[in-house]
C-alpha cells in the first residue's frame, strides 16, 4: 500500500506543480509556430494576382478585348477600366484606382504607365509583358513608371517593415511594460502606453527617414501614424490581458496581429496576389491601414485617402474602450490588486437575486 502511494501521488504532482504549464505553453507555441509559417507561406509564398485594375485610353480597342489580350499571355485576371484622356489615366494611377494604364498616341505608339508604388509585383508583372504587349497590338510600347520606389527600397518592402516594427513593438512593449511595472495605476498604464508609442513611432519614422534616408518620409505625420499603430498593438493586448489573463493574452493578440493583420496587409505583395480571405482582411485591420497610409503620405502626398485613418481610429477607440472599461470594471483605477468582480460573480449574484425575488413571490 506504501509503495503504491508515491506512483499515485506522480500526476497529481505534475498537474499541480510547474511541468504542466510549461507543457502547455510549449504545445500552443508549437502550434503557432506551425500558423505562423502556414499563414505567411499561404499568403505571400506563391502570390498569384487576379482581378488587377488596370486602365486604357484607346478610341480602337475594346476593353473586353484588352482584357482578354492581357490574360492570354500572362494567365492572370484584369479588370479595365476605360478612360478619355491620358491625364484622366494618369489621375486614376495617382488615386490608386488603377495599377497601370496602356494609353495609345496620335503617333501610332502607346505608353504603358505602371506605379512601383502602388505595387512593385504588379508593376513588374506589366513591364515584363511590355514587348508581347507590343506585338500584340502592333505599336511600339514606352514603358513609364508614373510614381517609382525609392533608390534605396527597389523591392518596396520598407513600409511593410516600419508597419511591421510598430505592430510587434506596439504590443510586445505593452507585455514589458505590464511584466515589470506591474503596480501601475490605471492612469499610469495609459500614460506610459502613450509614452511609449510616441517614442518608438518617433525612431522608427528617424531612422528610416532622417538617419538613414531611406525612404523621403513626411516625418511629423508618418510619426504620427506609427505612434497611433503602436498604440492599438498595446491596447489591445492589454485588453486581452484584463479579459482573459496575462496567460493566455498573447494568443488572441498574436492572431490577430501576426497570422491575420500583417500578412494581409499588402505591404510586402500587392493586395490583388493574396488570397481573397486575406485581400478582404488587410482593409479593416491596423497593419494594412497603416501601410495604405504611410504609402500615401510618402508616394501619393496630394491623393490621400480617408479609409486608413479611420479603420485606425476605429481600432483605436474599440481597444483603448473596451481595455478600459474591462480594466475599471476588474481592478478599479489602482493597481491591479484584488480582483473586484468577474463575470461568474455577476452571474451568481443575479442567480442569488433572482431566488430571493421567487422566495418572496411564493411567501
Do not use: C
Not at 486575406?278 to 494594412?288: A, D, E, I, S, V
Not at 485606425?312 to 480582483?339: K, M, Q
Not at 468582480?341 to 421567487?358: C, F, L, M, N, P
Amino acid at each position: 500500500m506504501t509503495e503504491a502511494t508515491p506512483a499515485a501521488s506522480r500526476p497529481r504532482r505534475f498537474r499541480d506543480g510547474p511541468h504542466l504549464p510549461a507543457l502547455v505553453v510549449t504545445l500552443i507555441v508549437s502550434v503557432i509556430a506551425a500558423l505562423f509559417a502556414g499563414a505567411y507561406a499561404w499568403a505571400m509564398g506563391d502570390p498569384q494576382p487576379h482581378d488587377v485594375p488596370i486602365g486604357l485610353v484607346s478610341d480602337s480597342r475594346p476593353a473586353a478585348g484588352f482584357a482578354a489580350d492581357l490574360e492570354s499571355r500572362t494567365g492572370t485576371t484584369f479588370v479595365v477600366h476605360r478612360y478619355q484622356t491620358e491625364s484622366d489615366a494618369e489621375a486614376a494611377i495617382r488615386d490608386q484606382e488603377v495599377y497601370g494604364a496602356l494609353v495609345e498616341q496620335p503617333d501610332g505608339t502607346a505608353r504603358l504607365y505602371v506605379s512601383s508604388a502602388s505595387g512593385a509585383s504588379v508593376a513588374r508583372l506589366l513591364e515584363s509583358d511590355a514587348p508581347r504587349l507590343a506585338e500584340s497590338i502592333g505599336r511600339p510600347v514606352t514603358v513609364i513608371d508614373a510614381h517609382p520606389l525609392a533608390p534605396k527600397d527597389p523591392n518596396g518592402l520598407v513600409l511593410f517593415y516600419m508597419s511591421l516594427a510598430a505592430v510587434i513593438i506596439g504590443f510586445v512593449g505593452a507585455i514589458q511594460t505590464r511584466v515589470n511595472a506591474a503596480k501601475l495605476t490605471l492612469a499610469g498604464e495609459l500614460f506610459w502606453d502613450v509614452a511609449r508609442s510616441v517614442l518608438g513611432g518617433f525612431v522608427i519614422a528617424f531612422t528610416v527617414g532622417p538617419l538613414l534616408d531611406i525612404l523621403p518620409l513626411p516625418f511629423l505625420p508618418v510619426w504620427g501614424v506609427l505612434s497611433l499603430t503602436m498604440l492599438i498593438a498595446g491596447a489591445t493586448y492589454s485588453f486581452w490581458r484584463v479579459l482573459i489573463g496575462a496567460r493566455w493574452a498573447m494568443l488572441p493578440t498574436w492572431i490577430v496581429f501576426v497570422l491575420i493583420s500583417n500578412p494581409s496587409s499588402g505591404g510586402a505583395v500587392a493586395p490583388e496576389l493574396l488570397p481573397p480571405f486575406y485581400q478582404f482582411m488587410g482593409r479593416w485591420l491596423p497593419t494594412g491601414a497603416t501601410v495604405r497610409a504611410v504609402r500615401d503620405l510618402t508616394y501619393f502626398p496630394d491623393d490621400l485617402h480617408a479609409e486608413p485613418y479611420i479603420v485606425l481610429a476605429v481600432w483605436l477607440v474599440a481597444s483603448l474602450g473596451l481595455f478600459v472599461a474591462v480594466r475599471l470594471f476588474r481592478y478599479g483605477p489602482g493597481a491591479p490588486g484584488e480582483i473586484l468582480h468577474t463575470w461568474r460573480s455577476i452571474a451568481r449574484k443575479d442567480g442569488q437575486d433572482a431566488a430571493v425575488a421567487s422566495g418572496a413571490t411564493a411567501s
